[in-house]
């Protein structure tokens, strides 16, 4: 994408036909409601972190639109579920709020669940949890629970490296064109019970064939992982690294790949308090660290796409706190660098009055001093203002894996858990951005929310007594 595909993009980040129609609907509504008490908390995202192959000279920043987007709230509550009779199994209900989002509320039995590629999966392991005894599916629609039957796969692990034997069962099947999988407890220690190691997957965007593999050694501080790429088909785990030299590095423990996975950001410790940041690039079997980019500091970076980098260059305190960052974006194929941030704090939603940046890999949120919100797309450096918004000390924004939309939700901190007050999704591409309360909120233990698709929202919870288990599921 260049500049001018940008623009062209920006001016098109108008609602569609049916979406505007259905919030002026919203707008006229003759309904009112008094709005529910927001009391909120923060979340801080991250990058992680990166390198890169040339050092070059600094380019100019592009000259960018900012695009705006108008906040708007809900006037149809959401009336939140709470009952604690357990059922025998799962059972479903779906609400639709305001015409624009649909929640289907999915109360648990003491069975473990879970919610992956839009199915729910219910698993019961042995004692150990080791081997997988039972596996059952549904796929929630149009307020039902829907059975579904799979092709489930059982497969091993069996790989030494640096020493260390990894062995272990798992399982694995492929629904809708979509691969997931499961797997036990996989750890295991030497006899002195003092060094363990582990090993896991992860799924491959888009793939269907193959998993990375993860073995590791060690944990919290002395945590360790080096990725094989494990074949479905043949049960081979391939050393896609081999030749590069990463085999090499000490203490690696964070792994970002580029979408292809021919490219890799690596982080180590240095076991003196501070971190090393590496870049791989698989086909040119090449291995450099950060700081042999360009005449600038580089801290931490993310991957934007297969062919370009988020260098992030901070300043770090005594004790190794980062206070600021500026972003650049780096394309590695020429090794020209754009500035797309300047030098801008750190936002802390736990100190009052905090203005500045929360990071989330190739994008950024920027919070002012009055509360205005911006998301800032660090390839590119155009921002879209969240308009009609006052961003206060712990409201949330959260970006979904695309990018292209952003959750924003509030927490009461005088309820027990995250006490979710609103929800709201802002759709930088449709140039939407709307919010809805919620009522019953205090009568659940909400333990955790985020996206688990680019348009599903998901919530975690039980009831207060801890009888009942909830998932509650909102498409946008």
């Known amino acids: 994408m260049n500049i001018n595909d940008y623009r062209r993009g920006m001016d098109r980040l108008v609602p569609d036909t049916d979406l505007k129609e259905r919030i002026m609907n919203q707008k006229n509504s003759k309904k009112k409601y008094l709005p529910v008490r927001r009391v909120v908390n923060g979340l801080l995202a991250a990058a992680l972190a990166a390198a890169c192959l040339f050092t070059v000279a600094l380019a100019a920043s592009p000259e960018l639109r900012t695009a705006v987007l108008s906040f708007f709230r809900m006037e149809e509550h959401e009336q939140v579920p709470s009952s604690s009779v357990s059922p025998e199994g799962p059972d479903i209900s779906n609400a639709e709020i305001g015409e624009l989002v649909k929640a289907q509320y999915i109360r648990l039995d003491s069975r473990r669940y879970g919610f992956s590629n839009g199915l729910l999966t219910g698993l019961t392991w042995d004692e150990d949890w080791k081997t997988l005894l039972d596996a059952r599916f549904w796929e929630p629609r149009d307020g039902e629970l829907i059975p579904v039957e799979v092709d489930m796969?059982?497969?091993?692990?069996?790989?030494?490296?640096?020493?260390i034997r990894y062995q272990g069962e798992f399982w694995w099947f492929i629904y809708d064109g979509r691969l997931d999988f499961f797997t036990g407890d996989n750890r295991a220690w030497d006899e002195e019970g003092e060094h363990a190691w582990d090993w896991n997957f992860s799924l491959i965007p888009g793939r269907t064939d193959a998993l990375l593999l993860r073995l590791s050694t060690g944990t919290q501080m002395d945590y360790t992982e080096y990725p094989f790429l494990y074949h479905l088909d043949t049960g081979e785990a391939e050393d896609i690294l081999a030749g590069t030299g990463v085999d090499k590095l000490e203490y690696a423990y964070g792994w970002d790949w580029s979408e292809n996975m021919r490219r890799a950001i690596i982080l180590c410790d240095n076991r003196l308090g501070m971190s090393q940041t590496w870049f791989c690039d698989l086909d040119a079997k090449t291995l450099v660290q950060v700081d042999e980019l360009a005449d600038i500091e580089i801290y931490t970076a993310a991957f934007a796409d297969n062919d370009t980098l988020i260098l992030h260059s901070s300043t770090i305190d005594e004790s190794g706190v980062a206070q600021d960052v500026a972003c650049y974006s780096y394309d590695i194929p020429t090794g020209r660098i754009i500035q797309?941030?300047?030098?801008?704090?750190?936002?802390?939603?736990w100190e009052e009055g905090s203005s500045g940046v929360e990071m989330s890999g190739s994008r950024c949120v920027l919070i002012s001093e009055d509360g205005q919100a911006r998301a800032v797309d660090l390839k590119?450096?155009?921002?879209?203002?969240?308009?009609?918004?006052?961003f206060h000390q712990n409201d949330n924004l959260q970006f979904n894996l695309s990018g292209n939309r952003l959750l924003y939700f509030s927490m009461d901190s005088k309820t027990d858990g995250l006490g979710i007050s609103q929800i709201g999704v802002a759709d930088l591409e449709k140039g939407v951005f709307f919010a809805f309360d919620r009522e019953g909120y205090?009568?659940?233990?909400?333990?955790?929310?985020?996206?688990?698709?680019?348009n599903t929202v998901s919530i975690r919870a039980s009831t207060l007594d801890n009888q009942t288990q909830y998932l509650l599921l909102y498409q946008f």
Do not use: C, K, M
């Open 380 to 390: 590119t450096g155009a921002q879209t203002l969240l308009e009609g918004l006052t």
């Open 153 to 163: 796969h059982t497969a091993q692990v069996d790989v030494t490296f640096r020493d």
């Open 442 to 454: 205090e009568n659940l233990y909400e333990g955790g929310i985020g996206w688990d698709d680019d």
């Open 340 to 349: 797309t941030l300047g030098r801008t704090p750190y936002y802390r939603s």
